[in-house]
């Protein structure tokens, strides 16, 4: 099955800096890369997200990369503010048999803005 | 945007109790339901997939007995952790999407068992 590292664990940054998340997975035929931003006690949310057509995609202070040569895909947070502050999951995932898409998350980032 | 509900958020009864935990997608047509479960300061943990009309896959380790999933419309899928114990506290949490379509993810449904 498929199998997502990501890292680091834990991330602090100063307000207005960037802040980088990687991330690889295993399965070559994963085509399909979100990222989810989970607050404390709150639902994961989609952030950005990626498919194995595209090297790149920007949303205004958040941006993704894949490399599907390499197996990796990072995201990156510009000019970072505490309400950036959250745990960050990124993803893999592919349509199976069944037509569905089976998500394998990473162990997730902890990030932290300090003002 | 896709709007998934989850009921009820929190949940506190003895040990040897079943609860039922409903995820309803509620502006879309959800194919696939998928329930996760997410220990404290961990990632979310795949339990199950469920297709709407079929028996749901469980990931290796998920005892189908002990967490009875039904997916009987395209809008509404359950989990029921029967005869519940102490271990099985924990951060439940369903997600639902279409073939292609980004998964959006319910508020979460914290379970305690005494």
């Known amino acids: 099955g498929e199998n997502v590292e990501q890292h680091p664990s834990t991330l602090s940054v100063q307000e207005g800096d960037s802040a980088v998340i990687k991330c690889t997975y295993s399965?070559?035929?994963?085509?399909?890369f979100p990222w989810y931003k989970q607050e404390l006690g709150k639902r994961p949310q989609l952030i950005i997200d990626?498919?194995?057509?595209?090297g790149e995609k920007k949303d205004q202070r958040i941006a993704v990369t894949l490399n599907k040569t390499a197996k990796h895909f990072s995201l990156h947070i510009t000019e970072t503010q505490p309400e950036d502050s959250a745990v960050y999951f990124c993803?893999?995932?592919?349509?199976?048999?069944?037509?569905?898409?089976?998500?394998?998350f990473g162990i997730g980032t902890k990030l932290q803005v300090i003002p | 945007g896709a709007v998934v509900s989850q009921h009820p958020s929190r949940v506190i009864c003895k040990s040897g109790t079943s609860v039922k935990i409903e995820c309803r997608s509620l502006?879309?047509?959800?194919?696939?339901m998928f329930w996760y479960r997410q220990f404290p300061k961990q990632s979310l943990m795949l339990m199950a997939t469920?297709?709407?009309?079929?028996?749901?896959?469980?990931e290796q380790g998920v005892e189908k007995d002990k967490f009875l999933i039904n997916h009987a419309s395209l809008t509404l899928s359950t989990l029921t952790v029967t005869s519940a114990h102490p271990e099985d506290s924990s951060f439940y949490i369903c997600?639902?999407?279409?073939?292609?379509?980004?998964?959006?993810f319910g508020d979460g449904t914290r379970l305690s068992i005494l």
């Open positions: 990626i498919r194995s057509n595209v």
């Open positions: 502006d879309f047509q959800a194919t696939t």
């Open positions: 997600s639902a999407g279409r073939s292609n379509q980004p998964q959006h």
């Open positions: 399965d070559s035929a994963s085509n399909y």
């Open positions: 469920s297709n709407e009309g079929s028996k749901a896959t469980y």
């Open positions: 993803a893999a995932s592919r349509q199976n048999s069944g037509g569905y898409q089976k998500v394998t």
